[in-house]
């Protein structure tokens, strides 16, 4: 990768829209400094101050084009009252764009002349887009709206849990948004009509839950009169009403929000709403994505997006039936050690139907859950230094999903925190149904989805110091969710299920439904299995409620592949702490492992792969 001196004259070029903005009075970009004399400027010296500045230019030009993105960093901008742009014809403009990054990447940057560290982003970098360049041509092939990814649901979410309102501009560019609600749901609509013409259809589960999300939203105030005040109506006036502005102005504004509620954005609702409707009645089966076309070659990708590798489906296949048995081992162990008496499909059945395994479907039974979570959590804290070198700054706290998008939502998912701190890491929980929510999962759920699974994971990484900002919010699948499926076995390594094996059994039992995903997933979408036979499959290797397992394998047919990463990943972390244990021997620390694969990032597992080596290596002559 040596450069000629053509391609350092582009290195220059590329920086020509940097030097054009050094006017006297305009701040430097990062990686150039001023030199002592007013106007001059002083050029990157070495390859990592120009990968850092090519970095930071492209950083900054995406996060440009992305206004939501701008909101949840905190940066208030005068696109603070946009939307990010969903259409085809954006898809292609972004498609020029990657390319032309990736070129730029390859022909202006030394790679031999870089620092380790540099490198490591370099390979990030180019990872990402020629990912992003193999996805874009099937895009279509992925569902514009389902259940799991509802743009009805992420609408009000994003406003309520990321539009700030600090003040009177931000309360009006919140009036701006929901008057380009309409947009964007015409975006939406062109998408799912692009899809339908090239045969790609939602599959009729979708419609129950995906229309209801949207019809509710256009209830309540302002949308019926004598009605109390609906979801973001009620958010608009209670961050206006903080403001405490003079009574004309707060109430010109909620008229203003009133307007915009029942007209741009009504109208948005009402297009979506009415597209969802027709599609209903087109849909004529839930199959797998084999059945769609070029299903297979569709398929491979999806695998290779969620997991970052090159496995086959039959792998992945005997995989989850290798995986399946031998837990079916380890709980059947449990049910000796408790005494039960009966084979493990009758204790799965007692494990469904046992009162005493679910909180009262009551709001005191929501709070107690809720409360015990938090405590968890805080047992984590507590024996945390025994296994980390370093702890996230930002805090966590355990919320119920809002009830207005509870019907599509998982049974518990996490929001990583704000980079400004003004929003902590939410570990959210579905209590829709407290019947679908067990006690005996509660543990792994709070360590997998709080600490020292994925907010660890999310908070250390976006707290990195001395990465480029694509870094610092990248995200694949199978790192994310390998470390916090790796994070409940951890758990139970240290010591927290002593003296409670339906706790433990619990743990087995979320183990059990990753490895069962290996098996539906490959089996849906490539094997030709039903939705019944698919549900018929979880429900005989694990103990799952009815409720939870119905949503569990419709989350699966409308996300391909994506429910692979979990087990994928978990085992490959495993892999390489072992290979650190057995080549560093007395020398290896638990804490400096953990480092190795948190303290850098996400990463593809070939690159974590390289990652470990590294420490391995630096661990090993550190010794000698």
């Not at 000629?4 to 903005?21: G, H």
Request: charged residues 25%; aromatic residues 8%; proline residues 5%.
């Amino acid at each position: 990768m040596k450069r000629t001196i053509a391609t350092r004259l582009l290195a220059l070029l590329a920086l020509a829209p940097f030097l054009s903005a050094c006017e006297p009075g305009n701040e430097s970009p990062p990686g150039v400094d001023r030199g002592p004399a007013s106007g001059t400027i002083t050029l990157p010296e070495t390859e990592d101050q120009r990968l850092a500045v090519l970095f930071d230019e492209i950083f900054e030009r995406d996060l440009s084009q992305r206004p939501q993105l701008q909101a949840v960093l905190g940066r208030k901008t005068g696109d603070y009252g946009r939307w990010d742009n969903h259409s085809d014809a954006w898809a292609i403009v972004r498609e020029e764009q990657v390319k032309d990054d990736l070129r730029r990447l390859r022909e202006t940057v030394d790679y031999d002349a870089l620092s380790p560290a540099s490198q490591l982003s370099y390979r990030i970098f180019e990872h990402d887009h020629e990912r992003d360049l193999r996805n874009i041509p099937w895009r279509h092939h992925v569902y514009a709206v389902t259940q799991m990814d509802n743009i009805a649901s992420s609408v009000p979410t994003f406003l309520r849990n990321n539009h700030r309102i600090d003040n009177r501009q931000d309360a009006e560019h919140y009036i701006e948004r929901l008057v380009g609600v309409e947009t964007v749901m015409a975006q939406y609509v062109e998408r799912l009509q692009i899809g339908e013409s090239q045969g790609v259809i939602p599959p009729m589960m979708v419609y129950p839950r995906a229309l209801p999300a949207a019809q509710n939203m256009l209830r309540g105030a302002p949308f019926e009169e004598a009605a109390e005040d609906g979801v973001l109506m009620a958010d608009f006036r209670a961050k206006v009403d903080a403001l405490g502005l003079a009574g004309e102005d707060s109430e010109a504004l909620m008229n203003g929000a009133a307007d915009a509620l029942r007209g741009p954005f009504r109208r948005g609702y009402d297009a979506l709403i009415d597209e969802l409707s027709r599609l209903q009645a087109e849909a004529d089966d839930n199959n797998g994505i084999w059945d769609l076309p070029d299903g297979a070659d569709y398929y491979s990708n999806r695998i290779r997006n969620a997991t970052t590798l090159t496995l086959t489906v039959d792998e992945i296949h005997e995989l989850g039936l290798a995986e399946v048995a031998r837990i079916r081992q380890e709980m059947q162990q449990i049910m000796v050690e408790v005494g039960f008496d009966g084979d493990l499909q009758a204790f799965f059945e007692y494990v469904r139907t046992n009162p005493d395994n679910y909180f009262p479907n009551t709001e005191a039974g929501r709070e107690a859950y809720i409360l015990e979570a938090s405590a968890l959590i805080e047992g984590i804290y507590d024996i945390a230094d025994d296994y980390f070198n370093i702890l996230p700054e930002a805090p966590l706290v355990v919320r119920r999903v809002e009830p207005w998008r509870e019907n599509g939502s998982s049974t518990a998912f996490y929001n990583r925190p704000s980079m400004d701190g003004s929003r902590p890491g939410i570990y959210y929980i579905n209590q829709q149904n407290m019947n679908a929510v067990q006690k005996h999962v509660m543990n792994s759920l709070a360590y997998h989805e709080g600490v020292p699974g994925h907010h660890f994971q999310s908070a250390i990484q976006q707290e990195l110091e001395g990465v480029p900002d694509f870094r610092r919010h990248g995200s694949y699948t199978v790192y994310s969710e390998g470390w916090a499926l790796y994070s409940e076995r951890l758990a139970f390594e240290a010591g927290l299920y002593e003296g409670l094996p339906m706790r433990n059994f619990g743990r087995l039992t979320e183990e059990m439904k990753r490895a069962v995903r290996l098996v539906v997933d490959t089996g849906m979408h490539a094997k030709r299995w039903s939705r019944e036979q698919s549900i018929e499959y979880m429900t005989a290797n694990t103990p799952m409620a009815p409720a939870d397992i119905e949503r569990q394998i419709e989350r699966y047919f409308v996300m391909p592949g994506q429910a692979l990463a979990y087990k994928i990943g978990m085992i490959r972390i495993l892999e390489l702490r072992d290979r650190a244990a057995a080549t560093l021997g007395e020398d290896f620390d638990i804490r400096d492992f953990h480092d190795a694969v948190l303290k850098n990032g996400a990463v593809p597992m070939d690159i974590l792969d390289q990652v470990v080596d590294d420490y391995i290596q630096a661990a090993g002559s550190d010794s000698v």
